[in-house]
């Protein structure tokens, strides 16, 4: 997901000489080709994310087309402050790109884990959060920010998550994916957890299941219709994130089925309210903290087949 941010922003650059990009003493052999083509374009400005997050308002009101980068907590917690009065308060054109979404820097520990900043960002009025599932949605996300005259954050992952997209034509902000259409359970995913969803929407089909998948990378402003729509078509709703049970997707779609009285079985998948003990890849903290596909689909066929007993009888 990174190398798809830096080569769309690199490429998008190119042809836009307003186009800024501040980092927080990040990128080293990452900006490198972006800092030699664009020298005058790119800041790095040091463990000062609060500053980095005032210069990005500063050049936005200059007339600039700001991106900022940095690892999520850095990029959203260690300066909220400064993006609640700088950016938001004053509705202004900046995008704040975080990487390492969830639990992809494992072996970091606790204080690189972002497990809250979903919940935290889309607090904020005027902010937009996308969080993309896959290098294809990053691109396309990144894409679409230009024309999007709003603060956005946009959550990445960290490595080399793989494609789930083959061909993705239709992408706007604000409008959920179905990956595959289904009539019994609708998994709706967000951010680089959709290739586990995707295996395990498979693995789900093969026990002759049907099965809807959504990618929703726009958790603000939220595809409310298409829920509904799902509420509407399928007997279960399942949601899917990396990221806190309180305050994430599974929020939102809550709230989106309580405010319709909506009378469907609905579960949220996602990580419980409190700090991960643990350390390492994050395949391993995925198994360890209930998100790997294994834990996916048992999760929702224990979940499934309590409403099917309950329905026969």
Known sequence: ???AFINT???LARKDKDIFLLTGDLGFSFFENFKKEFP???FNIGVAEANMVGIAAGLTLSGKKVFIYSIVPFATMRCFEQIRNDICYQNLDVKIIGVGGGLCYGSAGMTHYSIEDIAIMRSLPNMTVICPGDPTEVKLSVRSSLNYKAPIY???GKGNEPKVHSNLKNFSIGKGIIINNGKDITIISTGNILYNAKRA??????KNISIRLISMHTIKPIDKDLVIKAVRETKAIFTIEEHSLIGGLGSVVSEIIAEEGANICFKRIALSDAYPRDIGSQEYLRMRLGLSVDNIVRNILRKY???Q???AN
């Open 40 to 42: 005058d374009r790119f």
């Open 201 to 206: 929407s498979d693995l789900l089909k093969s």
């Open 154 to 156: 946009i959550r990445l």
């Open 9 to 11: 922003i690199t490429e």
């Open 305 to 307: 087949k309590s409403i």
């Open 1 to 3: 997901m990174r190398t």
């Open 309 to 311: 007993k309950y329905n």
